[in-house]
């Protein structure tokens, strides 16, 4: 028996008093003064952009987004700098992930989409000082192409009021910038780091300068802010993925619904992504009534890609194989085809043998970069009487790069005996296995022979060599002003606007293609094997791969690329070009009228939009086809807004939008990627999906820094516009011997009516209110929680009449974090959650409906003041290591497996 001592049961009761006092905090205290210290724009009015300054920076940065949060007269959440003036992630789907309602969802581990309350990723818009921003992607934005480096604040609106685009259906994600004036003179402050990232054993590097100073002069005051940072992940990427389709071949009871894995394959990656931005703001204040500003900002995002992929294709001999209407089940060792889908040797889908059949093997070395220049010239001017006029212009160029530096392919010979015989096992969701045998033939059958662990012990001579120009640019033009005068108005103090806008985006896409044959290879020297042209490196992966490779040369792959510029130039694909201009004339009216209870605001939208599309028929230059069409839209919005007491709010919203199909997929024309082996086509009649919704949540103002939410919402949408995916089946972009009849097809449909419904809450407490009152020592003060969860529940027809959750919608996304910060000491743990999610349609023939597997990552963070000026810092990110994974039919059918590794990283701040 255990004796408890006297200190032990002290220590018993602080633990229960400390967690007593968590509770307590979350439903008894009424709001206390902020903790912020105010900024010079605070005290003169100025701006809504608050900079916290002090030694608490979780609790400081967390009380200066709730002031923003808790005055605006719509839903919103705000992530705010700390008080080194950074956010706590590295790019801006990280820093927004951590806020109520927000999912992301990542390529390569990192985050690079934003789903708002489980919406669809297209129905969230980006905006930067609240000017929308074209994304290198188009209507996708790509997050991580925005590094939190350049925000002071990330502001997410979920309730769409009159001011905002029409095209914000889901929520807006506004980043506010820093200006000069944000600081009360010579301001500086940056960051310095480096990492290890544990797959791979590779490095990480990051670096961040802000620097700011203020002037009065004779001709008013002037600010003048610049800032750059760098970030920088070497990773090595662990990977397989399988391709699934019914066989016709298959005839055995059960064949309707039975998909069987075509190829299985290991993509595996060596990269290099780097985030970089520079910017610089002129702010002029000729008087107090007047700001006229001129800001500039360039980011980018790339990704250099060195991937070596080998393909194992099962049903390449598929033909060969008989149908045979019955059959007793006899496992064998032996068979007369290549026992591709046949249920009568023994194979299954999960567990087979096949024999003799193709590797196809690709080495690939990219460049993907995607960059964003925005510029912005503005003003902001107060007259008497309250009148107010904003106005803006801006000019913003996106770049999407997809080139890629060089690729050879090379293919198993046609000889089946000089091919492999591979052993699969897809059973485990979390591995596909393979094994590779010599085969054997003899009396008309194949079997296996002795077993192979080095790939390069089969043939696989080189088939041709590419390289390819692959660049899409956007060009947006807008131009913006925004009139209000204050007025007494019905009842109470009022506030009416009225703007205008027009937005023109013109995104063409051009891309050209160097290719040359095996016979055109050898007669320049390069290698017709790939031995020659590899690495005697060791796999830097830890995935049970079941055999050994090597890795392509980076150097001589570009060698091997100068040469084939020697015999060969770059031909455009004239079949992948197209050129999309969209034109949109909007304006609108906003009512606001505050009474002791509240506020009322609403209004409408109205914009007139005109889509051309330009593209290329057949691939011929010859042939140009144009098509164009207009359509108009109205969006009403009411936003109620109760002050049930002083820190308690009730809001309610009615709002409405459309979310457009994307720039590509308004092109009249197909176009298509050999690398990947895919075609995407466009549809300009697509219809934009129509969505009205209604939110009603509760905020309760607790604390500081406290906060408690609870809400839900419910949207109906028409139209609902998915991703469809097949196999293309046709021959029309046959061209030479390139055979593009089976690559994947997708496109975009409208389909039927759907919904979307939920309910999200969200906690933030800190314990340092109640230690003296729960007789808590004062070192437990330091102890804070941030919690907050959604709970969504959609539904849309698909084109083919099927029901389907909407493309992204999680059921239950949520995220988890403590926090602990006293004495220059503050630490985070922070865990994030998603379940599976519908990611596009896929033909029945291709196994269906693809998902993504759900998602979760834990982070600590832990950062020490030494001075009021200098910190030193750490982070720990993907501490789960969790892979990212998709799937079809049900999760038994993996179709997509990756692992990135955790990553560690230090390094130290300033701030002055």
Known sequence: MTKTTGSAHLRASVATRAIVAVGLALIATPLQAQDVAPTAADESGEGDVIVVNGARPIAESESAALVVQRNSDSLVAVAASDSVGRLPDQNIAQAAGRLPGVAVQRDQGQARYISLRGAPINWTTLSIDGIAIVSPEGRDTRYDSIPSAIASQIIVRKAVTPDMTGETVAGNVDVKTRSAFDYTGFHIAG?????????????????????????????????????????????????????????????????????????????????????????????????????????????????????????????????????????????????????????????????????????????????????????????????????????????????????????????????????????????????????????????????????????????????????????????????????????????????????????????????????????????????????????????????????????????????????????????????????????????????????????????????????RGQAFVNGSAATPIQVENDLTLVYPSLHFNFDVATDKKLRLSFNSGAARPDYDQLRPNFTFNDSNLTVSGGNPDAKPERAFGVDGYFEWYVQPQGYVMVGAFYKKVKDVLFDDSRTFNSDVLNSGTVDRSQYLFSTIVNGGDGYIYGAEAAVQQQLEPYTQSLGLPDWMGGFGISANVTFNKSSATAPNGSKFSLPGTSDVVYNIGGYYEKYGLSMRLNYQKRTAWLDSLGAAADGGAQYWAADDEMDFSIRYAITPNFEIYADASNLLNQPGRRYVQSSKYTIEWERFGRRYTGGVRFNF
Not at 275 to 290: E, F, I, Q, T, V
Not at 356 to 368: E, H, P, S, V
Not at 385 to 394: F, I
């Open 191 to 611: 960051k310095l780091g480096g990492g290890y990232v544990e797959l791979g054993k590779r490095q990480e590097y990051e670096g961040q300068l802000v620097v700011s100073n203020r002037w009065d002069t004779g001709i008013g005051e002037i600010g003048l802010l610049a800032s750059g940072s760098y970030y920088q992940r070497d990773m090595i990427t662990d990977n397989f993925e399988t391709d699934w389709e019914q066989v016709s071949q298959d005839v055995q009871p059960g064949a309707a619904d039975r998909i069987w894995a075509k190829e299985t394959e290991n993509k595996l990656y060596r990269l290099t992504r780097k985030n970089y931005s520079y910017s610089g703001r002129l702010d002029w204040k000729p008087s107090a009534d007047h700001r006229i500003f001129v800001e500039s900002i360039f980011t980018t995002f790339t990704d250099d890609e060195a991937r070596d992929n080998y393909i194992f294709d099962l049903d390449d001999k598929q033909s060969d194989n008989k149908t045979t209407a019955g059959c007793t089940i006899t496992p064998s060792t032996s068979a007369t085809t290549s026992g591709y889908a046949d249920l009568c040797i023994g194979n299954t889908p999960l567990k087979g043998t096949v024999y003799g059949i193709d590797i196809n093997q690709r080495a690939t070395l990219r460049a993907f970069e995607q960059s964003i220049f925005t510029n912005t010239l503005g003003g902001d001017h107060e007259f008497g009487e309250g009148w107010k006029l904003g106005w803006r212009l801006n000019y913003t160029r996106a770049k999407d790069d997809r080139s890629v530096v060089g690729e050879a392919r090379y293919e198993s010979p046609s000889t089946r005996t000089a091919r492999p015989t591979v052993a699969y096992d897809l059973s485990d969701p979390q591995l596909a296995k393979v094994q590779l045998f010599r085969t054997l033939s003899s009396g008309g059958r194949f079997s296996a022979g002795a077993p192979v662990t080095n790939i390069d012990d089969f043939a696989r001579p080189l088939t041709s060599l590419t390289s390819s120009d692959f660049v899409d640019i956007t060009k947006a033009y807008t131009a913006k002003f925004d009139l209000s005068r204050d007025m007494a108005m019905l009842g109470g103090e009022g506030t009416i606007t009225i703007g205008g806008r027009f937005d023109q985006r013109t995104k063409e896409a051009n891309e050209a293609q160097l290719s040359i044959n095996a016979t055109q290879a050898a007669a320049l020297g390069i290698s017709s094997t790939f031995l020659p042209d590899s690495l005697d490196t060791p796999f830097k992966g830890k995935i049970p791969l079941g055999y050994t490779f090597r890795y392509f040369d980076m150097a001589k792959m570009r060698a091997n690329v100068e040469k084939a510029k020697t015999v060969a130039t770059y031909n455009t694909l004239y079949g992948n070009f197209y050129n999309v201009r969209e034109q949109v004339y909007s304006a609108y009216v906003m009512g606001r009228v505050a009474y002791d209870w509240g506020s009322i605001l609403g209004g409408a939208r109205i914009e007139h939009i005109k889509n």
